[in-house]
């Protein structure tokens, strides 16, 4: 089943911050963070194993509530680079398909 | 790392025909996806190939229109078979890296079908 993302689309300007959120309706065994930029392959930001746990990757972090079976990415002090769509993926178990949210289009202006 | 060689990345095709895409991985993989995107959507999955055996298909796709192989771990292809417009998309292949379960994918092939 599809995870749900929102919000659906996002302006920022530089250096603002923005949420993104992901929610499912089963339970999950992970959640992947994937940025893609127009034209191109989606790219792994990050991948969050264990309830509650939370990563960092430069100014983008994310977190992951196992019992609500929810994931946040956090984009801090935005930069023009990170324009693009976001998608969450999620596994059921370990070593799963994954299966990826609607996403989020970002668009970070000057 | 891993990094995915598609091809090919684009094609024009003729209804009524058939298309194979080829995809390979440089390094071990554990799991080999094809994905299908259209244009300004998310990825849809297709089946997951694996290896030596039949793949595995999701709800909306048999074998018959999209047979996929896998004869070792770094390769595969998909065939999309007896087009349509409908089939006209981008079809990514991801590939699952040993240590971090990440995905990577290959650049995409783009397909029209006239």
Same mark, same amino acid.
């Given at each position: 089943?599809?995870?749900?993302?929102?919000?659906?689309?996002?302006? !920022?300007?530089?250096?603002?911050d923005a949420v993104i959120?992901?929610?499912?309706? /089963?339970? !999950?065994?992970?959640v992947h963070w994937y940025r893609? /930029?127009?034209?191109?392959?989606?790219v792994f930001l990050m991948i969050l194993l264990k309830?509650g746990e939370q990563k960092g990757h430069d100014k983008i972090s994310a977190s992951f509530n196992?019992?609500?079976?929810?994931s946040s990415l956090y984009l801090t002090a935005s930069q023009?680079?990170y324009?693009?769509?976001y998608?969450c993926?999620?596994? /059921?178990?370990?070593?799963? /398909?994954?299966?990826?949210?609607?996403?989020?289009?970002?668009?970070?202006?000057? | 790392?891993?990094?995915?060689? %598609?091809?090919?990345?684009? =094609?024009?095709?003729?209804?009524?025909? +058939?298309?194979?895409? %080829?995809? %390979?991985? =440089?390094?071990?993989?554990?799991?080999?996806?094809?994905?299908?995107?259209?244009?300004? %959507?998310?990825?849809?999955?297709?089946?997951?190939?694996?290896?030596?055996? @039949?793949?595995?298909?999701?709800?909306?796709?048999?074998?018959?229109?999209?047979?996929? +192989?896998?004869?070792?771990?770094?390769?595969?292809?998909?065939?999309?078979?007896?087009?349509?417009?409908? =089939?006209?998309?981008?079809?990514?292949?991801?590939?699952?890296?040993?240590?971090t379960?990440e995905?990577?994918?290959? @650049?995409?092939?783009?397909?029209?079908?006239?």
């Amino acid at each position: 089943q599809q995870p749900v993302q929102s919000p659906q689309a996002v302006i !920022l300007r530089e250096g603002e911050d923005a949420v993104i959120n992901c929610s499912s309706s /089963k339970a !999950l065994y992970s959640v992947h963070w994937y940025r893609q /930029k127009h034209g191109e392959a989606p790219v792994f930001l990050m991948i969050l194993l264990k309830g509650g746990e939370q990563k960092g990757h430069d100014k983008i972090s994310a977190s992951f509530n196992e019992k609500k079976q929810q994931s946040s990415l956090y984009l801090t002090a935005s930069q023009l680079s990170y324009s693009g769509t976001y998608f969450c993926g999620t596994e /059921k178990t370990s070593y799963d /398909k994954v299966i990826f949210g609607p996403g989020t289009s970002l668009s970070v202006i000057p | 790392s891993a990094v995915i060689s %598609q091809k090919p990345s684009r =094609d024009i095709c003729q209804r009524g025909t +058939s298309l194979t895409i %080829q995809c %390979q991985v =440089d390094s071990q993989v554990t799991m080999m996806f094809w994905y299908r995107q259209q244009p300004g %959507q998310s990825l849809t999955l297709i089946a997951t190939a694996n290896q030596g055996s @039949e793949a595995t298909y999701e709800s909306g796709f048999v074998i018959d229109k999209f047979p996929i +192989s896998r004869p070792n771990l770094t390769f595969s292809t998909l065939t999309v078979s007896n087009m349509s417009p409908e =089939d006209s998309s981008i079809y990514l292949c991801s590939a699952r890296g040993q240590l971090t379960g990440e995905l990577f994918f290959g @650049e995409g092939s783009r397909l029209t079908v006239l």
